[in-house]
């Protein structure tokens, strides 16, 4: 296995995480996520862990870095999936993932980013209008 | 790594194999998948194979025995994101994996799949009456 595959769904991006993550892999993952949200104006970027059963230091680091990296190019990363283990083991390694929002699904995580459901319909979300029409009553 | 993960998407399945399926990854991509659709009542899965750079016999019979599965429990598979080479090599191998449908990215199965394009917004397409108009005026 070269290098982790970053799937394209809309204005989107998925990566699955399946593989540890040596030093060469998280970097090239870093590479090719970053050169992919420029190319394809992704608005938003899904990370799924749901494979990994262990998540040491370095992989939160990366996880962090992405997500820095992604917001700059104004791009918002949501880690989905996580183990409950995992999660034990990260706040024992002092590791909170500050700045990395997370869900529980990529059904979630997609209605985080995009606001609508994982189903693909509309949300019945407030329109636009009228949320600039509610702020400007003030 | 265990096994392969299994994300839920709406009414859709996606599968991204990374790793060489050796004989019990396989088996167990089967056993979880069919158990899958059948406790999500999932009517598609999309298996993205475009980290493969190799895909001997062994992998294209354990495509083709997914989808048939798939296909019995009411769940439409494509396959996505093959390589060129690959599409070679299947060929040469005498292997067409006849009864697979295909796609090119995720974006464009998942259209396959839902009828809906990738931006999950609903697709431009022709509308169907003008379509019909057409072949009609012959």
Redesign the interface.
Known sequence: ?????I?????LL?V?I???MHDRLAMMLQDDLTAKISETEAKGVLI?I??L?VVDSFIGRTLANIANMARVLDAQTIVV?MQPAVAITLVELGMTLSGVRTAL???RG?EML?G?????R?AESIAPDQANDASLEE
Request: net charge negative; glycine share 10%.
């Open positions: 296995m070269d290098r982790i595959p799937l394209r769904m809309g204005s998925l699955t399946q593989v540890d799924d749901s494979a059963e999936g699904t990529v059904d997609m995009t609508r459901n994982g189903d693909y509309r």
